[in-house]
Each structure stands twice: as C-alpha cells, then as structure tokens.
C-alpha cells in the first residue's frame, strides 16, 4: 500500500506546473537544522525544524500527499550527494520511483 501510494503522489506531482526555484539573498539568515519534530494531527503531519537550541524553528505542514512528494524530493537530494539510502523505507527507494521521476530540488 505504501509503493502505491507513493507512486499516485509522484504521478501528481509530475502533472503539476513547475515552480521557480528559490533565490536565496546575501542578507539571508544562516541557520543549521539539528532535529525535526514531526507529529500527525487528523490528515496533516507537522516537520517542526529546530537549531540546537531550539531558539529557532520552521514549521511546515503537509497533506499526505505532498508530505510523499517532500519525501521523494529529499530522497532524490541524497542520491545525487551519494549519500546513503540504506536507512530509507524500501517503499520509497524503489528505482521505479525515484529515477523516473523528474523533480527539481531547490
């Protein structure tokens, strides 16, 4: 159920209109995630992203269905830096899914 799901969420987002990726300014806050805080609440899974301190958070809360696309999208991100998958779910890093899929990470 998860592959499946996961493939309908990628199919979505291959259908959507791109968006420009985002520009980021020399005056722009520089800021270092250490841990995400996620919990689920009715249909809606909430990323809270904290400094070390947690002075400092981002707040993001995602439908089912971009909260796979977001997911997709970082997978892509640690391929293309080599990075090791072996901890992802097997539903997610299946090669069907991920080198199919045409997605720009900003």
């Known amino acids: 159920m998860q592959k499946s799901e996961q493939q309908d969420a990628m199919v979505i987002k291959q259908n959507e209109i791109a968006t420009a990726p985002v520009k ?6 520089k800021w270092l995630v250490t ?3 996620i919990t689920k609440q009715n ?4 990323l809270v992203f904290n400094d070390e301190s947690k002075d400092l958070q981002a707040v993001m809360e ?3 269905t ?5 997911l997709n999208a970082i997978l892509i991100g640690y391929r293309k830096a080599q990075w090791p998958v072996k901890h992802w779910p097997d539903w997610i890093k ?4 991920t ?3 045409k997605l720009s990470v900003h």
């Open 35 to 37: 841990s995400v805080d």
């Open 24 to 29: 980021a300014y020399a005056a722009t806050l």
């Open 62 to 64: 995602l439908n089912n």
């Open 94 to 97: 299946l090669d069907n899914l």
């Open 43 to 46: 249909k809606i899974m909430r």
């Open 66 to 70: 971009s909260m796979r696309q977001w």
């Open 99 to 101: 080198q199919k899929t």
